[in-house]
């Protein structure tokens, strides 16, 4: 009875039938399964509300003229690349004091130009580690209604950390009583931090456990935060369901970080043994985050950027051993992910870390993982992301060539595909 009435509504107009779900073929020579590690020829990928629901072989398998046909030819297709240390709403041309003569919400255009740029570059999903006036949950919200075009975007909106360390205002003299819109002391306060970023739109909370290279007056190997802080901060957290990522550098703040619950550890310059230890017999996963390229712009061009010289003698003491210790957790079989630091360096030169993963121990197959799979189970998003696979978004990246052999062929990618629609041309 009711849906004869519902067939007479539509017949008559009074309501609109179901639109049909397009159905999308996306086709090209090879495609690469992160999971199982292996290449595939002659892929055929069905797309249905921007989801894949299956995959065949494009030699047998036919569709009919109501199908859009999206022919890559002869390029390789990979899973979208995923970025787990971002700050859109940084510049990396604007540094030191430079960024003062700006208006607060200049930042939040930049963030929506930057999300565009890594869309471009391959970068499908982006975790946003921090940033001001909730601008990269603004852009999340504008890309998600159409005004925006960017990656799929999981912010962590204001970043955590203790009254004069690495997330505190440290640039401005008293009179500007400047102070971080996340600072915290003590378990309770911190705990009331993370319900106030969650409440405002985070997704994942960002913890800075350590000093940092870019702040003023704080060292990247002092803690800054205790054990039972940054234990309260992650239990707090995954009470919300939220997974915690934090900024350590030294040796101290990162053991501390990973007895504490910590889902990411990001930076891990000054990694010991003992850390690498704590990492593996953790039962709960821990994945380490090492941005080990931005090192060669900052130098290059950070003094011509207004990045103070009390910076840069920072970042030259930790960017040799950070990449050793990169190498050294990744023979050791610490899980590993991929984290550029954007926002340090221009948005669009990201993917070139890859072919610095490779010369520092991974192979490309591993350094492609690291941006996709394992990045995809470090965010808990493995029915969304990071493979090519029957449920997840067809968010997809196509090169020329094979990227398991030169993994630069990830930093030009001739197309990119997020939900089943190709960006730009």
């Not at 803690?223 to 939220?242: D, K, M, N, P, V």
């Not at 030294?250 to 310059?269: L, N, W």
Request: net charge negative; glycine share 10%; hydrophobic share 40%.
């Amino acid at each position: 009875m009711l849906r004869s009435a519902f067939a007479t509504m539509v017949a008559t107009g009074i309501l609109s039938a179901p639109a049909q779900a397009e159905t999308v073929v996306i086709t090209a020579a090879h495609m690469i399964d992160v999971l199982s590690g292996k290449t595939v020829d002659y892929p055929a990928i069905f797309v249905t509300d921007g989801r894949i629901t299956s995959i065949a072989d494009a030699r047998t398998v036919r569709w009919g003229s109501d199908v859009t046909h999206i022919d890559m030819g002869d390029k390789t297709l990979l899973p979208g690349l995923i970025d787990m240390h971002v700050h859109l709403d940084s510049l990396a041309e604007v540094g030191g004091y430079n960024g003062l003569q700006y208006t607060d919400n200049f930042w939040t255009v930049v963030a929506a130009d930057n999300a565009r740029k890594m869309l471009k570059a391959g970068f499908t999903t982006v975790r946003n580690v921090g940033s001001s006036n909730y601008n990269d949950v603004a852009v999340k919200q504008a890309i998600a209604s159409g005004h925006a075009v960017g990656p799929r975007i999981v912010p962590a909106a204001h970043a955590l950390g203790a009254t004069g360390g690495h997330c505190d205002e440290t640039y401005l003299p008293p009179s500007f009583k400047a102070r971080g819109d996340a600072v915290g002391d003590g378990p309770q306060e911190l705990r009331t931090r993370v319900r106030e970023q969650r409440k405002y739109g985070a997704e994942v909370i960002k913890v800075c456990a350590t000093g940092g290279v870019f702040s003023r007056n704080t060292e990247p190997g002092q803690q800054q935060l205790s054990e039972e802080e940054l234990r309260a901060i992650a239990e707090e957290a995954h009470q919300w369901g939220l997974r915690v990522a934090a900024h350590a550098h030294g040796a101290a703040g990162i053991k501390a970080a990973i007895r504490a619950g910590i889902d990411t550890i990001e930076h891990v310059s000054l990694l010991d043994d003992e850390g690498i230890k704590l990492a593996l017999a953790r039962k709960q996963p821990v994945w380490f985050s090492m941005d080990i390229f931005n090192t060669d712009y900052t130098q290059a061009e950070g003094a011509k950027n207004g990045v103070l010289e009390d910076n840069l003698r920072k970042d030259r003491e930790v960017a040799q051993v950070q990449r050793d210790n990169f190498r050294k957790a990744h023979a050791a079989g610490v899980p590993m992910i991929f984290g550029s630091d954007a926002g340090v360096m221009p948005h669009a030169q990201v993917a070139g870390q890859f072919k610095v993963m490779v010369q520092y121990g991974m192979t490309p197959l591993q350094a492609i993982q690291a941006a996709t799979r394992n990045a995809a189970q470090a965010l808990g998003q493995e029915k969304d992301v990071g493979a090519i696979a029957v449920g997840r978004f067809a968010d997809i990246v196509a090169v020329s060539g094979d990227p398991l052999s030169n993994v630069r062929l990830l930093e030009k990618p001739d197309a990119v595909i997020k939900g089943g629609e190709v960006v730009g041309d």
